[in-house]
Antibody, heavy 121, light 110 residues
Framework: EVQLVESGGGLVQRGGSLRLSCVAS????????MSWVRQAPGKGLEWVST????????YYADSVKGRFTISRDNSKNTLYVQMNSLTAEDTAVYYC??????????????WGQGTLVTVSS | QSVLTQPPSASGTPGQRVTISCSGS????????VNWYHQLPGTAPKLLIY???QRPSGVPDRFSGSKSGTSASLAISGLQSEDEADYYC???????????FGGGTKLTVL
C-alpha cells in the first residue's frame, strides 16, 4: 500500500523559511516523479513543484520559482521542499503527491494527508 | 482567477446524471490531456479521471470524462450522496510551463 506522510509544517513569520518532508513507502520511490500541491484555506488546488524520479529534472510554478527548492533523497525515500522568503500567500495545506505511472509526471494517484503551513505577518 | 474555468457549483438529486464543465485554451486543454480530481471536505484530493477519459482502478464507471477542443467535461451518472464533494480539472499549460487547475466545482446532492 502506498503511503505518503508529510511533516514540517507550522507557523512561520513572513520572510522566514521552512522545509517540508514527505516520507514515502509501498512503492519503488526512485521510479516515480513526485510533486507538491497546495491548497490555501477555503481555496482550490495549486500545483507547486515536481521532481523526476532521479532528481535530475525539476519544475516550479511561477508563484514559487526562485523561493522554493524541491529535492529528494532516494536512499531515504523522502521528498523535500525548502521554502524561503515566505509570504501570507504561501499559507496553505501542502500535499505530497505521487504520479500514477513511472512514465507520467503530472497526474497524481496517491496523496499524503497534507501539512499546514501558516505564514504570519 | 483560474486558468481553467469551472462552474462554482452544481447539483442533482440521487440517481440523476450531472456534468461539470472545464474550459481552457489552446495552450492547455486544446493540446494536453485533462485530469479530474475530487475532494471530500477535510481530506486529500483523489484522482478520478486521467488522460481525458481513463479511470484509475477502483473508480466506479459512473464517472466518465470527455474532451472536445478547448473544453472538457466530467459526467457522473446514478448520482449518490457520497458524490457530494469538490471537483477539479487540471492540465499542463504550455504557455505557463506548469500544471493549471480549474477553480473547483462544489457538487451538492439534493
Amino acid at each position: 500500500e502506498v503511503q505518503l506522510v508529510e511533516s514540517g509544517g507550522g507557523l512561520v513569520q513572513r520572510g522566514g523559511s521552512l522545509r517540508l518532508s514527505c516520507v514515502a513507502s509501498g512503492f519503488t520511490f526512485t521510479s516515480y516523479a513526485m510533486s507538491w500541491v497546495r491548497q490555501a484555506p477555503g481555496k482550490g488546488l495549486e500545483w507547486v513543484s515536481t521532481i523526476s524520479g532521479s532528481g535530475d529534472s525539476t519544475y516550479y510554478a511561477d508563484s514559487v520559482k526562485g523561493r522554493f527548492t524541491i529535492s529528494r533523497d532516494n536512499s531515504k525515500n523522502t521528498l523535500y521542499v525548502q521554502m524561503n522568503s515566505l509570504t501570507a500567500e504561501d499559507t496553505a495545506v501542502y500535499y505530497c503527491a505521487k504520479t500514477r505511472d513511472v512514465s507520467r509526471y503530472f497526474d497524481w494517484l496517491s496523496w499524503g494527508q497534507g501539512t499546514l503551513v501558516t505564514v504570519s505577518s | 482567477q483560474s486558468v481553467l474555468t469551472q462552474p462554482p457549483s452544481a447539483s442533482g438529486t440521487p440517481g440523476q446524471r450531472v456534468t461539470i464543465s472545464c474550459s481552457g485554451s489552446s495552450s492547455n486543454i486544446g493540446t494536453k490531456t485533462v485530469n479530474w480530481y475530487h475532494q471530500l471536505p477535510g481530506t486529500a484530493p483523489k484522482l478520478l479521471i486521467y488522460s481525458n477519459n481513463q479511470r484509475p482502478s477502483g473508480v466506479p464507471d459512473r464517472f466518465s470524462g470527455s474532451k472536445s477542443g478547448t473544453s472538457a467535461s466530467l459526467a457522473i451518472s446514478g448520482l449518490q450522496s457520497e458524490d457530494e464533494a469538490d471537483y477539479y480539472c487540471a492540465a499542463w499549460d504550455d504557455s505557463l510551463n506548469g500544471v493549471v487547475f480549474g477553480g473547483g466545482t462544489k457538487l451538492t446532492v439534493l
